[in-house]
């Protein structure tokens, strides 16, 4: 078996990857369907170049199958316009973000959000029903959304009637022991601000920067 494996040609992990999620794709796998979609959306490493009709269509009929998270990537398709479409449609691009959060994508969950927020297709915006969106895609496990859901308890108005710092903390907290950066940068602020986020402690504040350096470098 040795002698077979010594014949293979050796292959960059990129390609690997490729293979992986090609075969996985072949067998149903959405998940696989979406990276390999995004792997000719890229381009290289994976592919010699994009390829970004391909992806479009992987996208399609992921969505078709009923894969949430594909209707998130067709709206950021139309979103975009070129290279998948000839120009970008807003209009279509929320109708599948509706879709996707119909079939509980946090991904598409978080960008309705931010329609929201922003007050795109001609909408003015609205903060409430952006809160609660962003909370949405919280609850699924989405660390950027649970950020989000911190920054606008932080806030108070106009997300909510008044601002709630000690959740705001909690939020960060979460998201940090998720793995976010971010959320460790905010947590670190929290903790050098302390009152009325949380009890005051520089030295842990500094300790949670010196990790984040570690990590840069």
């Known amino acids: 078996m040795e002698h077979f494996i010594s014949e293979l040609p050796e292959m960059p992990q990129a390609q690997i990857q490729k293979l992986l999620h090609k075969v996985r794709a072949l067998n149903g796998d959405q998940d696989a369907l979406i990276k390999l979609a995004q792997m000719y959306a890229v381009g290289k490493p994976y592919f010699s170049q994009a390829y970004p009709q391909r992806a479009l269509y992987i996208y399609q009929l992921a969505a078709k199958a009923g ?17 998948f479409f000839v120009e970008p449609d807003l209009k ?16 598409g969950w978080y960008h309705l959000a931010e329609y929201l927020e922003f007050g795109l297709l001609d909408k003015a915006p609205d903060f409430t029903a952006a809160y609660r969106a962003y909370r949405k895609a919280a609850q699924m496990g989405l660390t950027d959304a649970i950020i989000r859901v911190g920054e606008c308890l932080e806030q108070g108005a106009p997300y909510i009637s008044h601002s709630r710092p000690k959740a705001a903390y909690r939020h960060y907290c979460r998201a940090m022991h998720m793995g976010n950066k971010m959320a460790k940068e905010k947590v670190a602020s929290c903790l050098e601000i302390g009152h009325p986020f949380c009890e005051p402690s ?3 504040a500094l300790s949670l920067r010196q990790t984040l350096r570690k990590k840069a470098i």
């Not at 894969?67 to 290279?83: F, I, K, N, T, V």
């Open 92 to 107: 279509r691009a929320r109708n599948c973000l509706d879709q996707s959060t119909l079939l509980g994508s946090k991904l």
């Open 67 to 83: 894969c949430a998270d594909a209707w998130y990537y067709l709206a950021l398709c139309y979103e975009q316009g070129q290279p």
């Open 202 to 204: 520089e030295s842990l």
